[in-house]
């Protein structure tokens, strides 16, 4: 087998090789300025090659030299508040080497090599330790770190030691390999666990309309459409702040230079409200704009996700967020149609779902190798042309994800925030969570959410009648109906972000606040048998309390004090 | 490389814009070609797919009088742009030749049309509020610098008046820097030519401008390159000559038609509408090269026009620009019809980056337009009930809505071609027409910009 060939045809980012032959997804390096390219395609002798950077000036003739490795991750101490690039090159490297443009044929590395890491060993000498285990731990800023052993080594360690080492330096023998820091990952390929759990722990990220209304489970994956701008941004945002996932991943993939700007300088701002540290301290950002190299977009999204499975392999709950997966499926779309395949709908391959299907599937709450529990959670971004829900990419993914957030321009014109639709969403995580909910919140925290959304939908029936013929032809118990919708909508389902207090709910108090609302309306109903005005209902001032109850500093005695004047004031209608 | 060029008489093939040549040497991706022909003239092109049995070239003129007898010259080297200080004032071809009878340019540098990718980690987030004297964009849509925001009309609507005023118009306030503009046409006719050359003149803005013309006679391939070359010299002037540059580009539409044209001629697999399955990495290698960048004084803002085929927002080249621009301005009809200037449909405009910009205006600003926004949307939903039910059976406070949409348009939205409003006049008009609401109506303004400007 030769390692060296060279190109036979150059056509923007495709390239015919031949002379070489590699194996299918071999990273090569094409061209005398060595730009680095993967194999998509073998015809006969010629080796079809997608290459990451600009092709021009590239010419026939030129050497073509195969790795033969696939493209890979590189995996170690170091990734946390890194910034790369599609192809896990840093961003500030490529900007110290190349200044303000990024231009071909520069590699950098994805760890530093230079940087010193403390290794403390967690197993010893003449250990029995198996492929995943943890043989020691690293602090990468404020994160533990956990150094485990590559996939297929297995045996005793032979030598082990603890002190200051870069990623290459070996730290550990174990059954006479060398192991260093640093594991090396194929991007395209899922990192092994030992078992898949159902999923059946939420996600709690402290956002009423999530938890409650549209869990997502810890292992799962959602989809929101986003582009339009419905404060994705912001919700995106407080779901790296505040979910109970130790470590994100954040892939901006094909979205515009100057939202990925507003990304990369307001992170590092952002502080983890659970250590006050710095949140880029447990977050790794993958930018690849819509104007960089198609084919490293492509890639980008594997990169993030290989390096969302390493940490979910130490044990940790992962998020990965993709913004977006449209402008992945339509990298997809033009590699495809460079290549002449025959195009499935609207000119997205036909393995397009396949491709979707695998990538969602990567996402799981698992068993890692070294039996310890780990999940990934994924949150896709879906731009649909057009606001168009039913086209290929959203429609295909939808098939896959079971929770979906539906952010809504018309609430948002509102000033309703987060601009969850209430009614377009959807969980079908809910039944299966129902039971950590009984069992860790309340017991009747099912039902109240039922009730909720049962309201909710009831409103939206008698929303059509009253613009037929207003709000005062409704009977009294309707009135009360519509009432307490507009209260779970503007008290539980409304949160302000940028509140202190508000920013973050826990589960318990989620509970509280509804088991008010409930309480309101059961006493409105019993206040309306025994004879009370509904203007008098709507009117009693421990309801006005409960609505800015949620930005109280002692909110909790809040809730008490109000739960006790519901009571002293329906008292006083009669109840 | 060599640098003697290769001359070959093998073609093979023509077809539409594209030859084929074979047998030549290993020839690079993207290199330029001349092609002389037998009358003695030459055609310039440039190579789109190079392999060792076959060279396909796309020829910016047209093939119209190529035969396979031409001589084909690959010049060994990719297109580049020659760039000055000195090409403000000048109006060049689609290619870059000069038109205005001025001397070549004598360049500085000679740069690469397709221009690298700004390092995200290197751009600056746009800030600089941009007042274009316009109510309707700085008061609704505000504009920043190194924004993209494009202009969404149709055939026959005024966006190129639009886009005029704008440039004319446009300032940082209390600031005193380099400004230029860049202007690119593609495939505009010689009428519109003539329009927006004459206003050059009148108005003195053609000696802070460059101009690149490529007309709707011109060879439809050389738009692809026009635009580069137009983006190319304002990097340059931006990001080494520290100028803040507002680059016009009109129309995108007859760019995307060159684009699928070329795909048609490589028999390419369409994507949508016969586009290419490329069309938004191609537009966003024009889009994206808007910006700023850390440590560097100038800035790129781009305001592209682009006219929807049958004013249809979700056709493809809409669809993908709003996908990449930071918002658009949409062009309506029906203010046109009425005869509101300039017929900007606020409702389904929208700029992205705002919020950054009104940071830099006045404190009641946003609360201002949310307001606006509110209230006109209100009253537009009326007229439809008041065609059905009549204006007698609305309330005290929807009649109110109804007549604010009125004054709205009336007074907000219509504005002179001359007329340079600044933020405070905007503002002032909007408080003016708020105050024909009755107070709870105004409830997304604080009270504390409340009783500072209704009263006076």
């Known amino acids: ?575 | 490389m060599s640098n003697v060029s290769k001359e070959y008489k093998t073609i093979s093939e023509i077809a539409g814009p594209l030859v084929f040549v074979k047998k030549t040497e290993p020839i690079s991706y993207q290199e330029l070609v001349s092609v002389k022909l037998s009358d003695g003239s030459t055609k310039r092109g440039q190579v789109l797919d190079s392999s060792d049995d076959m060279v396909v070239v796309q020829i910016f003129e047209g093939t119209a009088g190529i035969d396979r007898n031409a001589t084909v010259r690959f010049l060994g080297e990719t297109m580049k742009m020659p760039v000055s200080k000195d090409m403000l004032g000048r109006v060049l071809s689609g290619s870059g030749e000069p038109l205005d009878g001025g001397p070549a340019i004598t360049p500085e540098k000679k740069l690469d049309i397709v221009g690298a990718a700004i390092n995200p980690w290197a751009r600056d987030s746009p800030a600089d509020f941009i007042q274009t004297g316009i109510s309707t964009i700085d008061g609704m849509n505000t504009l920043v610098r190194g924004q993209k925001l494009p202009i969404f009309s149709g055939s026959g609507l005024p966006h190129n008046d639009l886009a005029m005023q704008i440039a004319r118009q446009a300032k940082v306030r209390g600031a005193d820097e380099d400004f230029a503009v860049v202007f690119v046409a593609m495939g505009i006719t010689n009428e519109e030519k003539q329009t927006f050359m004459k206003e050059f003149e009148r108005t003195g803005a053609l000696k802070n401008a460059v101009v690149f013309l490529n007309l709707a006679d011109d060879p439809a391939i050389e738009r692809i390159v026009t635009p580069r070359l137009g983006l190319t010299t304002a990097e340059y002037m931006a990001f080494e000559l520290d100028m803040q540059v507002l680059v016009i580009l009109t129309d995108l539409t007859n760019y995307c038609e060159a684009l699928r044209q070329i795909g048609a001629a490589r028999e390419e697999v369409p994507g949508r509408r016969g586009y290419p399955g490329y069309m938004y990495t191609d537009l966003a290698q024009l889009y994206e090269r808007a910006g700023r960048i850390k440590g560097k004084k100038g800035s790129i803002t781009q305001i592209p026009i682009l006219s929807m085929p049958g004013d249809d927002i979700t056709h493809p080249i809409p669809d993908l620009s709003g996908y990449i621009t930071e918002g658009q301005i949409v062009m309506s009809r029906e203010l046109h019809r009425a005869g509101i200037y300039p017929p900007v449909n606020v409702s389904s405009s929208l700029s992205r980056l705002m919020s950054a910009g009104v940071k830099r205006t006045r404190a009641d600003h946003q609360n201002v337009s949310d307001q606006l926004y509110a209230a006109y949307a209100e009253g537009k939903d009326l007229r439809g009930l008041v065609a059905i039910v009549g204006k007698e059976s609305l309330s005290e406070k929807d009649r109110r809505l109804l007549d604010f949409a009125d004054l709205f348009e009336d007074r907000v939205v219509r504005q002179g071609h001359e007329e340079d409003r600044s933020i405070e006049d905007t503002l002032a008009i909007a408080w003016d027409i708020l105050r024909s609401l009755s107070k709870d109506q105004l409830n997304r303004i604080k009270q504390e910009f409340q009783e500072k400007y209704l009263k006076s």
């Open chain 1, 1 to 575: 087998m030769s390692k060296e060939g060279k190109i036979y045809r150059v056509a923007g980012p495709v390239v015919t090789a031949v002379g070489i032959s590699p194996k299918m997804y071999d990273v090569v390096q094409v061209g005398k300025e060595k730009l680095m390219g993967e194999v998509i395609k073998i015809v006969g002798d010629h080796t079809i090659i997608q290459v990451y950077e600009d092709t021009s000036g590239v010419r026939p003739g030129e050497p073509v030299s195969n790795t033969g490795r696939p493209l890979v991750a590189e995996l170690g101490p170091g990734l946390l508040s890194s910034v790369y690039d599609g192809i896990q090159r840093p961003l500030p490297v490529l900007k110290d080497k190349m200044g303000d443009y990024i231009f071909r044929g520069v590699s950098a590395p994805g760890l530093d090599r230079e940087k010193k890491w403390d290794f403390n060993p967690a197993v010893k000498k003449g250990d029995e330790v198996t492929e995943g285990q943890v043989i020691g731990t690293v602090m990468e800023g404020t994160m533990e770190h956990r150094i485990l052993v590559p996939p297929k080594v297995n045996g005793k360690v032979d030598k082990i030691k603890a002190g200051s080492f870069n990623v290459e330096e070996t730290v550990a023998v174990i059954g006479g390999t060398d192991v260093s820091m640093m594991q090396r990952w194929p991007v395209r390929v899922p990192r092994p666990v030992k078992e898949k759990f159902q999923p059946d722990i939420p996600l709690v990220t402290g956002q009423r309309v999530l938890d409650t209304m549209f869990p997502l489970a810890k292992g799962g994956a959602a989809a929101i459409p986003g582009g339009f701008g419905t404060g994705k941004t912001v919700t995106q945002q407080q779901l790296a702040k505040w979910s109970d996932a130790e470590i994100v991943v954040y892939i901006g993939c094909g979205e515009r230079g100057n939202e990925m700007t507003e990304v990369l300088t307001e992170f590092p701002h952002l502080e983890d409200p659970k250590s006050g540290n710095p949140l880029m301290n447990r977050t790794v950002l993958i930018a690849n704009t819509s104007n960089m190299p198609v084919a490293a977009r492509e890639a980008s999204v594997y990169t993030g996700m290989t390096i969302a499975e390493y940490y979910r392999d130490m044990g940790y709950n992962v998020s990965l967020m993709a913004d977006s997966t449209s402008r992945w499926a339509e990298a997809m779309r033009e590699i495809s149609s460079r290549l002449e395949e025959m195009p499935g709908e609207e000119g997205y391959p036909a393995y397009l779902a396949g491709r979707l299907s695998e990538f969602y599937e990567r996402a799981c709450r698992c068993k890692t190798l070294a039996d310890s529990e780990g999940s990934i959670s994924v949150i896709g971004a879906v731009s649909p042309p057009g606001g168009d829900l039913s086209e290929p990419v959203t429609q295909n993914t939808l098939r896959i994800v079971r929770v979906f957030w539906a952010l809504d321009t018309k609430l948002r014109e509102r000033r309703h925030f987060p601009a969850i639709h209430w009614l377009t969403s959807y969980s079908l995580y809910d039944k299966q969570l129902r039971g950590w909910y009984s069992a860790n919140v309340a017991e009747d925290f099912p039902a109240m959410r039922e009730w909720a959304m049962l309201i909710l939908q009831k409103e939206s029936e008698l929303q059509e009648i009253v613009q037929l013929v207003g709000s005062d032809a409704l009977p009294d118990e309707q009135k009360i109906t519509l009432e307490v919708a507009k209260m779970i909508r503007e008290i539980f389902l409304q949160q302000n972000a940028y509140d202190k207090v508000d920013t973050y709910s826990p589960m318990q108090r989620q509970y509280t606040l509804m088991k008010l609302i409930k309480k309101y309306a059961d006493l409105a109903d019993k206040a309306l048998t025994a004879g009370a005005l509904v203007a008098k209902i709507f009117e009693v001032p421990s309801k006005q309390r409960l609505a800015i109850a949620k930005y109280k500093q002692n909110i909790d005695d809040e809730y008490k004090a109000v739960d006790k004047d519901l009571e002293s004031d329906f008292a006083k209608l009669g109840v």
